[in-house]
């Protein structure tokens, strides 16, 4: 079994920043997937980005060169770092972890942003 905690979030101005981290427990294996996604009200949730255990990363257009996601395998933890935060950027954040075809999922983590 694997759980995942989100912390980091909270309100932030349009142009801010905010880093959000993601904490691994469990049985994780080496080539688990982590990735971030985020929910706003009345929408789907959708992919923020991902990053291999090797590091390779990718992400959706709308955050291409705002938001970072890193890992650090020997901890189990994974962040995201977000930069030039939109208002369209307001939505609870989720911590996912892909291994062996079962997926994993955080509570979620507030992360709102003011014009």
């Known amino acids: 079994q694997v759980q995942l905690v989100e912390s980091g979030g909270g309100l932030v101005q349009a142009g801010g920043s905010l880093r959000l981290s993601c904490a691994a427990s469990?049985?994780?294996?080496?080539?688990?997937?982590m990735a971030w996604y985020r929910q706003a009200p009345g929408k789907q949730r959708e992919l923020v980005g991902r990053?291999?255990?090797?590091?390779?990363?990718n992400y959706v257009d709308s955050v291409k060169g705002r938001f970072t996601i890193s890992r650090d395998n020997a901890k189990n933890s994974m962040s995201l770092q977000m930069n030039s935060l939109k208002p369209e950027d307001t939505a609870v954040y989720f911590c996912?972890?892909?291994?062996?075809?079962?997926?994993?999922w955080g509570q979620g983590t507030q992360v709102t942003v003011s014009s």
């Open positions: 996912n972890l892909l291994q062996s075809g079962s997926a994993y």
């Open positions: 469990g049985s994780i294996f080496s080539y688990a997937v």
């Open positions: 990053i291999t255990s090797g590091g390779t990363t």
